[in-house]
Each structure stands twice: as C-alpha cells, then as structure tokens.
C-alpha cells in the first residue's frame, strides 16, 4: 500500500526523503510526491509513475527545506494522475494518507457546501479541508488534528504539515502502521521500519487511535481522546537487512534463489538438527485444543491450506481455514478453548488483523506467522512464530511462502508430538526431512532453470493457463496460477485435479497448456487420471513430477520437469520452485515489471 516518510531535520529532506520512498517501492504505488516548508511557505512536487519522474520533477524545480513529509501512491479514490497524487494541500496544509476515509462523501459535501474546492477526487483531501477550517475557526494546530480526527472514520495513517509551523510534523494512526524514529537532533516517520533503517534503529510505533506532534527533539504522543501516552522505544533490526538485487535482474530473481538459505535460518530457529526433534516454544498449547482457526490473504492463505493438510493429517487436529476478507465477517462459532493462526509476511494486512481481533475478542488464543516481526499483528498476537525470510521487496512472494510453509510444518509436527498422535520415530523422520530440504532447494534450483526458460516462452505466447494438483498440491497449484496472473497477467487457474470434470475441463483445446503438479505420492494415479482426460482433449500438458513420477508416466508431455523424490511434508516447498521460476520467466520473456506489477501492492493495510 501507500508508503509515508516524514523528516525534521537540520539540513535539506527532499532527497533523504525520496531515497526513503524507494525503499517503500517494494509495497507498490503509481503516484509520488513531497512537502516541504521553505522559508515560511509549503511548496509541494507530484508526478505520476515511477519515483524516477518525481526526482527529475526535483532537479527543475528543488526543493530545500529541512523539514519535509513524502509519499508513493496506490490509487483508491481517483485515477492515478498528478492531480490526484499526495501530498494534498490548501491554505496552508499539506496531509499525505494510506488508508480509506469511509465517510468522505458526507464530508465533501458538508465542506463544498461552506464553500471548500476540491482539485482531486480522492477521499484524503476532505482531510486538509477539514484542518484548514479548523484553523481559520481559530483552533490551533493540535486542536485542529484532534477536532479532525473526530470527524473522519475510517483507516488512515496521516502525516501533515502546517505552513505557519516550519518545526513540527503531526501525524495520526488508526489501521495502517505508522512508526516514529528517533535521530540525534532529528526526527523521522515512516510506514514502516524498512523506511526509516537507514536514518535510526530507535523505533516507537504508534497505536491504533494516537496521534502526534514531532518536532527534532522527540515527539509527543496522545491517544485518541486527546491524553498524552508513552509508547515504548524499541530497537529495530530492520537496517540489518536492507536491500538489494545482488547480481540478478530483479528482486523476485533475488529472493527466489535465497530459498536454500532463508528456510535453513527459518527451520534453524524451531529444530533441534542434532536431536531431530522441534524445539517449539509457544503459548499455545496444541495438545488441549479442539481445533485450530487460520486465516490470511493471498499467497499467505495458500500456505495456510498446505498446512491445514498437515494439522490434520499429522496431528489429527480440526482446522478450519478462510481468507480473512471473509473470515472477519462469517461471525464463526469459534469454542474460546480454540487457538488460531494468522499468516502474514508484513504482519500489517488489515483483514487479517481484524481477524486476529474478531478471534482474540472471543477469548482464542492466537498465534502470529509473520516475516516481520515488530509488525501489529506480531505485537497483539498472543504468541509469535517469525518465518525469518529477510525483508520480500518483490510483489509476488516466494521466498516469505516457503519460509511460511517450512515454520508451518514444524508447528504440524510439534503439535503432533504435544498430542501424541505421532511416535517419536515418525517425529525424527519428518524432522530430518525438514533438515534436508534447503540443500535439495539448492540443488533443484541450480538444475532446472534451463528447461524452466525454454518452457517459459512458449508459455508467454498463450492466454491462459490451468494448473491441476491434488492432497497439498492443490493449494500449489492456485499457488502456481496466482504467481503467473500476478507477475505476467496471463490468465489461470488452479484447481483440484478432481474437479477437473466439473467444469474446467470444457476450457481445454489445443491451445490450452495444463500444468499438473504431481510427485508420486499417495495422490499420483489419481492425478495421471486426471490428466490424460486432458490430455485426450488437446491440452498441452506439463508435467511436474519427481525422478518415481516421471518412471510411472507413460503419457506424452509437451515438457515434463522432474524433481529429486522427496517425503511428501517437503514436497510442497520444492514443488514450488518450479512454479515460481516459470511464472518469474515467462514474466521476463514478456517485459513485464516483474518485481512491482501493475494494480498490486506489497502490503494491503487497508480493507
């Protein structure tokens, strides 16, 4: 979503604060600006696109105040046009906004009705008419902020400047993160801790309902009633990790080929490699609960549907699983003596945390799968199990997946140890499964690429692909579709392969590449079924298959891609090397923007 920097300082923002913003890239955005006051007045830059435009707006026409708010876009009210990019300002305010302002209209309308005009159509400018009211009613600058803050509803995390204060920005939080960083003589603000890494690691984060005036030498905090609060300081580790594309094209590239080593970090933090056994810490107590909850979004949500296979295969424990779009507002019969588990690589997708409050209300335990780990939902969950991927800068994940997958698996097969449904035999077993796997990722990636490049362009020629797979595979499959329709805007779909005849199988001619991912398990006979009634229709089929698939198949493939065997608990993470590499290649052969494609953001703060 929209990513926010703020700078007081002692010396010009302007460039500190686009640098800022190219950090935020990864989250998406189609529009940028920045505020700042010079020399008693606000002066304002926008562009449309990329950051690069904004900078080049910069040279002709600089910026040099030392204080300064900035901004990148992702459009919600309003096309993605100049006119409609942040910063906002009139009589002397300047607000940036991520986030929704639900009763916008009824504000526009009450405020062009006292005469206020509009110059965009988004929902954040009834903000700066609001404050610019205020003031010319004679509130000050903090009695403005909070009479606003009062009027609108909705989610918002505000940055703004007052002209007639060239030492203070006030911002404000209800939904969308928003962090404040501590400098020497000099404050920040930023979305995120990623933003702020290269100016401070002294973070305070901001709540749900405060707002704050931050001048350079500290800030001053207030809840949503008006009350002065102390928020802790905390150390970040984000600057640890800041990032870069190395020697590859892209971030995607980047991060797909970090896999090996990031699932080793991960699965070093919750096994015991010496003793083949999970060394899981957690407040939850998976040998008394009835059932499990999970929900999450997007990639996030297919990992959660490989792992429910796993709960309940392994440790024999119900779960019951939604997208938290839906999950938030099913009204679930949820038993309190339940616990639930929410996946998200920011930790900040706001659906998701509205879940995780919808299940906390009703008295469940909750646990938080996040990459973040200073994130919201990291922080109001009641345990915290951190996936360890290193900051995901491209949209489409990959990395952040499998390392959700692997710390997933561990807490299946902890939970089967806690509730005894598995023997300490089996336990080591999957154990030592989970340990080989990053060198066989290694090992895959290294071997397949070839094929996986040639394979992608014929892929770029068509319009539309179907992935079939079944048991865990399923999820991989929607997994596969949704990294090819992210990142190259090819159609497809997954689907169980069962399904097959219930209606997808009437989209199959000749034109039609079926990519079926099936490594010889339990499923295998089933799914080959399955895919020569696609096959006997025209359909292009591509095998993903292991070295025993590949033997038992005797069908003919447009290209068969054949992986080492391995147990079925980590056969889902090194499936998922194949797809993403094709999706990745085929978006290359296309020229697509692979690590920022159009309309997606990174992270989804708002509903």
Known sequence: MCGIVGIVGHQPVSDRLVDALKRLEYRGYDSAGVATITEGSLHCRRAKGKLINLETRLKEEPLSGTIGIAHTRWATHGAPTERNAHPHFTDGVAVVHNGIIENFAELKDELAAAGAEFQTDTDTEVVVHLLARHRREGMGRGEAMHAMLKRVRGAYALAILFEDDPSTIMAARNGPPLAIGHGDGEMFLGSDAMALAPFTNAITYLVDGDWAVIGKAGADIFDFDG???????????????????????????????????VIARALGHYINFEGNRVDTVSSIDFASIPSLAISACGTAYLAGLIAKYWFERYARLPVEIDVASEFRYREIPLPPESAALFISQSGETADTLASLRYCKGRGLKTGAVVNARESTIAREADAVFPILAGPEIGVASTKAFTCQLAVLATLAIGAAKDRGTLTEYEVKALVRSLAEMPGVMGRVLNSIQPDIELLSRELSKCHGVLYLGRGTSFPLAMEGALKLKEISYIHAEGYAAGELKHGPIALIDENMPVIVIAPHDRFFNKTVSNMEEAAARGGRIILITDENGAAASKLDTMHTIVLPAVDEIIAPMIFSLPIQLLAYHTAVSMGKDVDQPRNLAKSVTVE
């Open 227 to 261: 009350y002065p609060v102390e928020r802790p300081r905390q150390t970040s580790t984000a600057g640890a990790y800041l990032a870069n594309k190395g020697n590859r094209r892209h971030f995607m590239e980047k991060e797909i080929y970090e896999q090996p080593e």
